[in-house]
């Protein structure tokens, strides 16, 4: 049956101490409450329905991206009132899940298995809590049936005892879940309309409820603080950190790799300590990379060695290389194979070609480098006039000597050699040496000035 999803996101999240709504909080990097949409796609729901009201334009902005209806909760009367604020947009033919947008790490097959096992019923997925308080409990029948479910605040010592808990996570077809919370009322405890009161009425038409449980509880956690927000993001990045293992990446420590986004990473990788991976990145077999390196959007080959403390963002960076120590590849760099890039480089949107070396102290930008180029220590293409970027062009097998600044708009040609401490302003032809430089002077005799007594 077509799915229809509703992500109650309205609360307030007083207890982030934020003035960011908490939905928007991020866990791997991205809000809260897409992961909870990322889910709901996953599933292939035909709608996603996001009620939303603390902070809502905030929220809406920062998930224009949605394919989802807005639905706004003006006052947050209770959960059931939340749901029933998407009954004018959600399709009522179709099963409905309802998800929460606190809750981020729920799996896709916990929620299939909810869904498989309650067609045609009503669906409450809940979880057995060494400490369940806080959570409304699970009623049951002498028949394990379930009969109801009743809140913390609301139940009774005996019922306090109980362990198993709502996740709050269910799944109902809409026509008969619009009908069940047309009869829910306020009064309890805390003058809230309870999304889970419908189960009471269902036992009570003979709705069969069937129930299903996640494999962890992490899965059903929600987010109310920053600590339970750095906690499920450590579950998280260890869950990550184990499948790369499982998949024959090397980890010096599953501890200290965070991946915000989603890596490739083929077998025999090995990555050192303290390893960050920001949106999509990919890497090749047998590579190496260093301790503390930051790689961002990037696509590295296989058997390169990147050095400790490297940041590398938007690159390609073909098989072969070595990058580092301390070495920054900013966007748009691509290193051909066998290219070597050393210690406080940076090189930006340049293409550097097969086996070419710059191995110290340089800035390459805006540039076109052939193969076999060695360029020197602080060599500097000068690519801004404090106006415009303009353009290096370097041939094959040039040699830079060191400390060259290369003006650009400018054009190497191949076999060029460049004396060192050059500023080369003007194109070079074919093989031939360029030495600018003021002829070196010598004095004999020369007294340093003496310290006054
Ligand atoms: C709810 C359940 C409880 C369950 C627990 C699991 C009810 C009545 N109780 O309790 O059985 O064990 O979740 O965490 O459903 N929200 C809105 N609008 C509202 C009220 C809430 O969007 O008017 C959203 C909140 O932002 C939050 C979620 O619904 O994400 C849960 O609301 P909350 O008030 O925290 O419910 P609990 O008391 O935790
Ligand atoms: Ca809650």
């Given amino acids: 049956m077509p799915l229809s999803v509703i992500i109650l996101a309205a609360g307030k999240g007083t207890r982030m101490k934020s003035s960011i709504p908490k939905v928007l909080h991020k866990l791997a990097n991205k809000p809260l409450v897409e992961h909870v949409y990322d889910t709901a796609k996953d599933l292939g729901a ?3 329905i996001v009620i939303y009201g603390h902070g809502g334009d905030q929220v809406k902005a920062s998930c224009k991206h949605f394919d989802a209806k807005w639905v706004e909760q003006k006052e947050q009367l209770g959960t059931g009132h939340a749901v029933m604020q998407a009954f004018d947009s959600v399709n009522l033919n179709n099963n409905v899940l309802v998800l929460y947008g606190d809750v981020p790490l729920t799996k896709k097959e916990t929620l299939e298995n909810l869904l498989d096992n309650s067609e045609g019923k009503v669906g409450l997925l809940s979880v057995n809590l060494h400490n369940p308080f806080g959570y409304g409990r699970i009623l049951r029948n002498d028949k394990k049936q379930v ?20 996740t709050g ?16 009322d306020n009064k309890n405890s805390q003058g809230e309309y309870y999304l889970t009161d419908i189960f009471e009425l269902a036992e009570k038409d003979k709705i069969e409820i069937k129930t299903a449980q996640p494999e962890s509880s992490y899965e059903v956690e929600g987010v109310n603080n920053r600590l339970q927000l750095a906690t499920l993001e450590r579950i998280y990045q260890r869950n990550i950190a184990d499948e790369l293992m499982t998949n024959g990446v090397a980890l010096a420590d599953p501890s200290r790799i965070d991946v915000r986004g989603k890596v490739e990473i083929s077998n025999d990788v090995y990555i050192d300590i303290n390893a960050v991976f920001e949106g999509k990145v990919k890497i090749g077999s047998g590579t190496n990379i260093g301790p503390n390196c930051v790689i961002n959007n990037s696509v590295i080959g296989e058997n390169v ?19 580092g120590p301390f070495a920054r590849l900013r966007p748009e760099t691509h290193l051909s194979v066998n290219v ?11 293409n550097i070609g097969d086996g070419s ?38 041939g094959d097998n040039v040699f830079v000597g060191s400390d060259t600044q290369l003006i650009a708009p400018v054009n190497i040609s191949n076999g060029v050699t460049i004396g060192a401490g050059a500023t080369v302003t003007k194109d070079v032809s074919e093989d ?14 020369w007294q340093r000035p003496l310290k006054k007594k």
Wanted: glycine share 8%; hydrophobic share 35%.
């Fill in 432 to 445: 031939m040496l360029v030495i600018s430089r003021s002829p070196q002077k010598t004095i004999s005799g």
């Fill in 147 to 166: 009969t109801g479910i009743v809140e913390q605040k609301d139940a009774s010592e005996e019922q306090q005892k109980i362990q198993e808990v709502n």
């Fill in 46 to 48: 035909e709608e996603v």
């Fill in 340 to 350: 070597k890039v050393g210690n406080f480089v940076e090189i930006k949107k340049a």
């Fill in 357 to 394: 070396k710059v191995n110290h102290l340089s800035y390459i930008g805006d540039t076109d480098m052939g193969k076999n180029v060695n360029v020197g220590a602080g060599t500097i293409t000068c690519n801004y006039d404090g106006a415009n970027k303009h353009k290096t062009v370097i």
């Fill in 305 to 323: 060695n990147i050095k400790a403390n490297c940041v590398i963002e938007n690159a390609i960076v073909e098989n072969n290389c070595e990058i």
């Fill in 169 to 184: 996570i269910l799944s109902c077809n809409g026509e008969t879940l619009k009908r069940l919370l047309n009869n829910i």
